[in-house]
């Protein structure tokens, strides 16, 4: 805690000029928030409930794809800018893998969806795992110690060809993507209610999350991976095959993007072969929002990214919310570099 | 045969030769010396035998094993183990965690039980910190957590670089009195130093190192009496 304290405060620059730029930030911060205030409470609470329901369903999504997007970074400092698309495919590999598991919508409901659902969820996770460790195989690993610019460039190349294929696929369309989930309201009390598609997003994201910490904390694997992260050097004189190390991240951070393709199906009933690009971009502001390299800081950056984008949709205009969600990218990487919990990128 | 043969290895950085023609050998049971100034290609070396680096010429065995090419995991499996040059710990885990690390090759968890006990009697110190993380400890703790952490692999070469780095003088003195110890139990240790007078006190055997080339070699002793080493690193 003490450490953490520290690091906060030492990454907050401390020049005069800079001091004077950090009040500035922090005026246009306080701007924006009385001004949402004052929004939020025009509107009511059963409206904010819904927007702040939307908001973090959203955010838990943005959250489990930023993950990727972090692990990634952290252990080879690379963004893998593939990893939006690798989330789409998730949403299309599970459209497509349906009826194996019985997933017809309308003839299937209630408690019956479970298992079936349990099922698509590990196989999607599993074939958008193999891709991205494919991708890594392919396009990263080979340049590993060719200058940074290079594998940037394939990544980009790997997204482009993600998206190709899915758009050769299924055409440039808006895909009906089924509706499953229970559409009913939950009473939180004083007449406020919150949807229940929500709070099921919510639950299936941070059992995902909470999965992955101890996975990373506890596992042999997960502390190889942690160790790799730190030092690569020091890891191979551990006895650390870090190729296998690297796979491993890459394909774990593909299966939660995986799930997350298929919660976003499941929560907006549609995809579209580009959608991972854009979204791609807010679950990396995400990312760097929370400190890029930093997984508790790639969860919490999403969730605030999530409810940021859905009280500018909610209470300012739609079509703002992409101007101000990087917007904050910018102020992000001006005034805190390092994000809200630090970076963690290997020591030199 | 000895433990370990390394025979004529160049090594290159792109186009800069780092090290040349070098030979040296490592028997069981023995401590021996790497000595030379900053640059001298120590450090090169050793990462060469750990496979982080391969040579472009020359080859390097292990009891009688080629594993001149072979990645750096497998040659920590055979039981090749380095301390790295700048402790290199893992400073944003726990002294624990670190050591753990160092056992990453091994299954047995009795024997790892065994091992952490044995690196506790070696250094009580990281007993009392085992739960700190490994950032934070002083200079000489840490030094002592990258030891540990080697000796956590069961290692039947312990290479040592540079351990004495920027530690008080009396950490140096326990530093090196902890590898006669270690060394006592019968682990051979190749160690790298700038100190050439402890190292050479605590050796058997020594090589001097000059630009990449191996120089100058005999016991610790002739070494230290020889009057181009005392001139060269001693300071006398």
Known sequence: MAAMVQRLRASVITTPTASLINLVGLAIVAVALVATAQRVYQGGATYFFQTLGFGLAQGAIFALVALGYTMVYGIIELINFAHGDVFTLGAFVSLALMPVFGLNEGRISGAALILPLLGLFVVTMLICALVNVGIERVAYRPLRHAPRLAPLITAIGMSALLEGVMNVWRGPFNLHYPDFLPSTQIPIGGGVTIAAKAVMVIVVAVVLMVSLTLFVNRSKLGKAMRATAQDRDAAQLMGIDINRTISATFFIGAALAGAAGIIYGLYYNSVQAFDGFQYGLYAFTAAVFGGIGNIPGAALGGILIGVIYSISDGYFTVSWTQVLVFAILIFVLVFRPTGLLGMRVPEK | ?236
Do not use: W
């Open chain 2, 1 to 236: 045969m000895s433990l370990l043969e390394v025979s004529g290895i160049d090594v290159f950085y792109g186009r800069v030769q780092a090290v040349r023609s070098a030979t040296l050998e490592v028997d069981t049971g023995e401590v021996v010396a790497l000595i030379g100034s900053n640059g001298a290609g120590k450090t090169t070396t050793l990462r060469t035998i750990s496979g982080l680096l391969h040579p472009l010429r020359g080859t390097i065995k292990f009891n009688g094993l080629d594993i001149t090419r072979i990645e750096p995991q497998k040659i920590v499996g055979l039981g090749v183990c380095q301390s790295p040059e700048g402790r290199r710990l893992f400073t944003r885990m726990s002294v624990l965690d670190n050591l753990r690390m160092g056992a990453y090759t091994r299954s047995s968890r009795a024997d790892i039980k065994t091992d952490m006990d044995r690196v506790f009697e070696l250094f009580p110190r990281l007993k009392e910190r085992m739960n700190q993380i490994a950032g934070t400890l002083s200079g000489g703790e840490q030094q002592m957590c990258a030891m540990g952490r080697a000796l956590m692999a069961r290692p039947k070469l312990l290479m040592l670089d540079e351990p004495s780095l920027g530690l008080s003088p009396i950490l140096v003195e326990t530093i090196f009195s902890i590898v006669r110890e270690i060394n006592a139990t019968g682990t051979p240790v190749l160690l790298v130093e700038q100190n050439a007078n402890k190292a050479l006190d605590v050796a058997h055997r020594g090589y001097v190192l000059e630009t990449g080339s191996i120089v100058k070699t005999g016991s610790g002793k002739e070494l230290l009496a020889s009057a181009d080493v005392q001139k060269a690193y001693l300071g006398m």
